[in-house]
């Protein structure tokens, strides 16, 4: 492409001449945590699921450099701009820097915002060849797939950058996108307002513009185009994948048994597929942040990949338009939301089971055994699983999620879902 088309090109994404303000949306807490390191020079990565807002992000990362600097200084790239798909490589890179250099900013410092940068191939070099040259260039990247944290590309970039991982909304973020204002000591009727919205969430997930919706049927439409997309886009386009049918079946099969013991020989049987096909489909939709594994907790390294691991959604509303369950599924989707909340919290997470089952072991200073327990009663299995931990590691803490009931007793902290969730902040 000529500089002048490349250029053209660029303008209707980036706003030299005209205002940023209706891009930007409604804050994200990521945004805040971001923006202390735009001015350190290590490369940001924001890697997470498509529609999850990390584009918003870098539109909000850019109205606050515009705020300081010239929006001039600020180039933002979409690699999956049709008119750039075809000439995509490292060189397409030096163009389009080139023509944003020649044309727009010649000599000031330079903020290169590159999203979905997945779809160039060996983009990694090329950013570390302006890095490790010291160019007067800040870059934040953004893509959607768990590849950015590959160990390639984390030795190839190894001490040059700082990554974020972004999620849907969580629980206090989907009450601000709803318009909810909690207030400062949650009485009687705003519990119930809190819960109203919580089953909400626990329905149709935390997707941005899925929470800005009202209409509950374009929720489900929206949310089953996103299962689409990622399929689509994000495993068969990225992985050369073949068998539509197969793959599209194994992401039903693990959206179905969201919370459940899992293994490649299971997927194996169901899909009646080879066990490395079942492998790779596992990992290419754990890459796409679809399904995630937890493993087992040990000390032994050996017993964690001896053991069978559990299998948890992206998002509760993405699984619901996905599994189509006719069945009350709240205890499975209770426990996946406190997944996906410790997951935002970036903590080390695993499971345990001796005689019983423990829902999630949070590494820590110590160690914390939980358990979800979200029916009217809490059942013995999810008191005994605990103590039987207790017994193995002793100096453990023990802490059950409830539907309502908050207590102590016996050892054990009982908080309801909803609190936990807003108390527990990002």
Do not use: C
Request: charged share 30%.
């Amino acid at each position: 492409m000529e500089k002048e088309q490349i250029i053209s090109v660029l303008e209707e994404w980036n706003f030299w001449n005209r205002d940023i303000g209706k891009q930007v949306g409604k804050n994200r807490h990521y945004t805040e945590k971001i923006e202390k390191f735009l001015k350190e020079r290590e490369i940001i990565t924001i890697s997470g699921p498509r529609r999850a807002g990390k584009s918003t992000i870098m539109y909000q990362l850019m109205d606050r450099i515009a705020r300081k600097e010239k929006i001039q200084q600020v180039l933002y790239v979409n690699f999956e701009e049709p008119s750039f798909l075809p000439f995509l490589s490292t060189d397409f890179l030096e163009q389009i820097y080139d023509a944003y250099r020649e044309k727009i900013n010649p000599d000031k410092k330079a903020y290169l915002f590159l999203d979905e940068i997945q779809n160039v191939e060996g983009w990694e070099k090329w950013v570390r060849s302006y890095y490790d040259k010291k160019e007067n260039v800040k870059f934040v990247i953004s893509g959607s797939s768990s590849k950015l944290l590959s160990s390639e590309f984390s030795s190839l970039l190894t001490g040059r950058f700082v990554n974020f991982e972004v999620f849907p909304l969580s629980f206090r973020e989907f009450l601000d996108f709803r318009g909810f204002e909690l207030p400062i000591k949650a009485l009687k009727e705003d519990e119930r307002k809190i819960k109203y919205h919580l089953n909400e969430y626990f329905e149709f997930g935390g997707f941005p513009e899925i929470a800005l919706k009202s209409d509950s049927e374009a929720k489900t439409k929206t949310l089953e185009q996103y299962f689409e997309s990622i399929i689509a886009r994000d495993i068969l386009e990225r992985f050369k994948v073949r068998d539509v049918l197969s793959l599209k079946r194994a992401a039903v099969f693990g959206m179905t048994n969201i919370s459940k013991e899992f293994s490649y020989n299971t997927l194996r049987k169901s899909l009646k597929i080879s066990l490395g096909t079942a492998q790779e489909y596992a990992t290419f939709m754990e890459q796409a942040y679809l399904l995630f594994q937890l493993q087992y907790f040990s000390y032994s390294l050996k017993e964690v990949m001896a053991r069978n691991r559990k299998l948890y959604a992206v998002d509760s509303g993405l699984r619901n338009a996905v599994a189509k369950s006719n069945t009350q599924d709240s205890g499975r989707l209770a426990e996946n939301l406190v997944y996906l909340h410790l997951r935002t919290l970036g903590k080390d997470i695993h499971y345990w089971k001796g005689l019983k089952e423990v829902d999630f072991i949070v590494k820590e200073k110590g160690l914390l055994a939980m358990n979800v327990s979200y029916g009217q009663n809490i059942g013995d299995r999810e008191i005994q699983s605990l103590n039987e931990f207790k017994k193995e590691y002793p100096k453990s803490d023990l802490l059950i999620i409830t539907k309502d009931l908050e207590q102590t007793k016996d050892g054990i902290i009982y908080v309801p879902l909803w609190k936990w969730l807003l108390e527990e902040k990002g």
